[in-house]
């Protein structure tokens, strides 16, 4: 059981600034997932944290101890790479047992502890298989076992699924789930797949440039994105940009009232916040196609200046293609330079409520 604080921290590689300034409170048996572009700064903040890179500035601390400028061994953090570095010419049960041994523990209760965490990762009966006659999945688990198995702390887990399908991929992260809130362990999850994220964190922190855009829950992630950025990074989201003159916007589709000074903006309104009313061609759009997926439909609009929209409709609404229509948004937000200057209207609880609703 442990609580991370990260105070400012930021890494520099010669000219390149791969973590800028980031702060972040982990709490006691929270699971965060950091999410990002490639290239953002999540395995470097996660390094850092881990103790293999060196901050350039700022601080790591574990219940309140510093650990900056601690060794990785030394730190109560465990660490699961993309590839699992798995000794090949040892069996499972000696790689798990690898860092106890070093640790010079008895070996009754190596045995014992190699046991249980191979329990835990659901590999009990291979303990004596040699790591190259597994599977991938299976050697991700030998992976997360050899890390559980010294009782971290913190547990920091760098896109361990990754390469492998998402199905498989799928059915580990549940089991991740399930092992870290049954044993409380504090969790960082770096991912750069927004389902993953959603799926799995308590929290998310959105990374970009080095710099955290938005820390929240995966609701508020969704619901109510702090910066354009954000809003299309997770989920799917329409774009309209228009011009603002005297508190209305001036897209012909999109004349809404938006209170803020004079000048370019972004609107962002969900395919669940846009709903779609017959039009006799005048401003609106012009339906290019209907995608029944069952539960809902997703109908693009074609905008007068070229854009494209998406509503998503009930499962029996009947938009044809060439059908006259005006877009009307339930709930939007208005981003100016990347930073919100306006919201409006709220996005269902559920989209499920939206789209019965509309039914
Ligand atoms: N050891 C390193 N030397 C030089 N540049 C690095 C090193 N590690 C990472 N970087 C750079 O730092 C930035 C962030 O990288 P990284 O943390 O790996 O991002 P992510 O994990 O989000 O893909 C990138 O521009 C990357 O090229
Ligand atoms: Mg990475």
């Not at 790479?81 to 090949?88: G, M, V, Y």
């Not at 887990?157 to 504090?186: C, K, N, W, Y």
């Not at 989920?235 to 001036?250: A, C, D, E, L, Y």
């Amino acid at each position: 059981m442990a609580r991370l604080t990260i105070k400012g921290i930021s890494k520099s590689f010669g000219a390149t600034s791969a973590v800028r300034d980031v702060f972040l409170d982990v709490e006691d048996g929270e699971l965060v997932c950091l999410l990002g572009p490639s290239g953002s700064g999540k395995s470097t903040l996660l390094r850092m944290i881990g103790g293999f890179e060196e901050p350039t500035a700022g601080n790591i601390l574990i219940d309140s101890k510093d650990v900056t400028s601690m060794p990785p061994e030394k730190r109560p953090t465990g660490m699961v790479f993309q590839s699992h570095a798995l000794w090949t010419h040892m069996d499972v049960f000696n790689n798990v047992a690898f860092g106890l041994k070093l640790r010079r523990l008895p070996k009754a209760d190596i045995r014992e502890r190699v046991e249980q965490a191979l329990v835990l990762v659901g590999l009990a009966d291979y303990a004596k298989r040699m790591t190259t006659q597994l599977s991938g999945g299976q050697q991700q688990r030998v992976a997360l076992a050899r890390s559980l198995v010294l009782e971290p702390k913190i547990l920091l887990l760098d896109e361990p699924f990754a390469s492998l399908d998402q199905h498989l991929r799928e059915r580990l992260r549940e089991e991740v789930r399930d092992i870290q809130q049954r044993l409380g362990i504090t969790t960082l999850f770096v991912t750069h797949g927004q389902d993953e994220a959603l799926a799995l964190a308590d929290r998310i922190v959105v990374m970009r440039d080095g710099c955290t855009e938005q820390i929240a829950p995966p609701d508020r992630i969704y619901r109510q994105p702090e910066t354009e950025f954000v809003a299309g990074f997770i989920g799917s989201m329409n774009f309209v940009r228009t011009t603002v003159r005297g508190g209305v916007s001036q897209h012909a589709a999109f004349a809404l009232s938006v209170p803020v000074a004079d000048g370019e903006v972004v609107l962002a309104v969900r395919p669940e916040a846009l709903s779609l009313v017959a039009a006799n061609g005048m401003g609106g759009g012009i339906v290019h196609r209907s995608i029944d997926f069952g539960t809902h439909k997703i109908v693009e609009v074609d905008l007068a200046d070229g854009a494209r929209v998406k509503a998503m409709t009930s499962s029996n609404s009947a938009w044809a293609k060439g059908a006259s229509v005006e877009p009307v948004a339930s709930a939007f937000r208005a981003f100016r330079d990347n930073r919100l200057v306006h919201e409006s209207g709220a996005i269902a609880a559920r989209q499920n409520d939206r789209v019965f609703g509309h039914a």
